[in-house]
């Protein structure tokens, strides 16, 4: 595997993908450069795992150009092949099969790569060697998924979902691998649309809705561009009389309001600044809150401000 770079490592141009009536993927640019963590959030349905899909040439687009580490799927699809590492939503394993065997299998696709022994110690497996899959928890799935990823020493490593349905403890130890990988200078595409795991593991990160990137960036660059650190949400009580969204906005460090119903998002610069004024306005109008809560702002906010959706959104 080589050391990082600042060459890039995956380049695409104007990509689309139709099912039928669905554009699932439309007209995508991408850059991902080689040694970085590149991340792909958004919802079910954003189109996050046909691009992924495309880009590891297990589907054609129906328009524009791929090009990973310098190749092309059309005419080095066998050397690229030998240098990637694919982690799909979901992978089925023969369940009769010991954790060695399977990664023994998939060792056998490549000509070269790591040995069992050191892939079993990269996803803290070794204990589980000779347990047959179907013995196996749902975090060790996974990672026995990622072993398999990993065992031939690719330069590029796609992870579609990885850490979806996982316990809390399972995600960090798959975040664990994640980090490790990138350090020994390896190439990350992770799609996901949980926003702490984006936050934590990616570099940067494009915001994916309807086919298209919305926002790029890094983590810390897409929160900024809120314009505030802080987010406050309340929740009125039904029959409440509201107050307007423009008197909200002219409240103390409030930068932007978003209402859906009788909940609104606030996002402000202070919260110490912003709760005690909009508690006073409430208190004016003689209006009643159900549920009060703050925190600092995330990707799910800045995806809320630009899609008027969560990123969890079904």
């Known amino acids: 595997m080589p050391n990082a770079t600042n060459t890039i490592a995956i380049h695409c141009r104007a990509l689309i993908k139709r099912y039928k009536e669905v554009v699932a993927v439309a007209g995508l640019d991408l850059d991902v ?3 970085e963590c590149f991340g792909l959030l958004g919802p079910n349905g954003a189109g996050k795992t046909t691009t992924v899909e495309m880009l590891e040439g297990l589907v054609t687009p129906d328009a524009g150009e791929i090009e990973l580490l310098g190749m092309r799927w059309n005419q080095d699809e066998h050397a690229l092949r030998q240098r990637l590492g694919v982690a799909l939503q979901e ?3 023969a369940d009769r099969l010991t954790v060695a065997e399977v990664i023994r299998l998939f060792h056998s696709f490549y000509r070269l790569g790591r040995t069992v022994e050191e892939v079993l110690d990269v996803v803290e497996l070794g204990e589980k060697r000779d347990a047959w899959v179907e013995k196996l928890s749902g975090g060790q799935r996974q990672r ?8 031939g020493d690719p330069d590029v490593l796609f992870l579609d979902e990885p850490t979806t349905g996982l316990d809390p403890q399972s995600r960090r130890q798959l975040w ?4 490790t990988f990138k350090r020994g200078g390896g190439t990350v595409v992770l799609t996901t649309h949980y926003m702490e ?3 934590r593991l990616c570099d940067r990160v494009a915001v994916m ?8 960036g890094t983590p810390r660059q897409l929160v900024a561009s809120l314009g505030a650190e802080e987010v406050v949400e309340f929740t ?3 029959g409440s009389a509201p107050p307007s969204e423009a008197v909200l906005a002219a409240l103390p460090d409030v930068r932007a309001v978003r209402r859906d119903g009788t909940r609104y998002t606030l996002t402000v610069s202070e919260v110490h600044r912003a709760v005690p004024g909009l508690l006073a306005e409430l208190q004016r109008g003689g209006v009643e809150m159900t549920a009060l809560v703050t925190h600092h702002a995330t990707l799910e906010d800045l995806f809320l401000s630009l899609t008027g959706r969560h990123l969890r959104d079904e």
């Open 236 to 238: 009125l009580k039904e």
């Open 176 to 179: 664990d691998v994640v980090a």
């Open 197 to 199: 795991e984006a936050e």
């Open 33 to 35: 450069l080689a040694g």
């Open 209 to 216: 809705d309807h086919g298209k990137v919305i926002a790029l």
């Open 91 to 93: 992978t089925k394993l």
């Open 144 to 151: 026995l998924a990622i072993a398999c990823a990993l065992v």
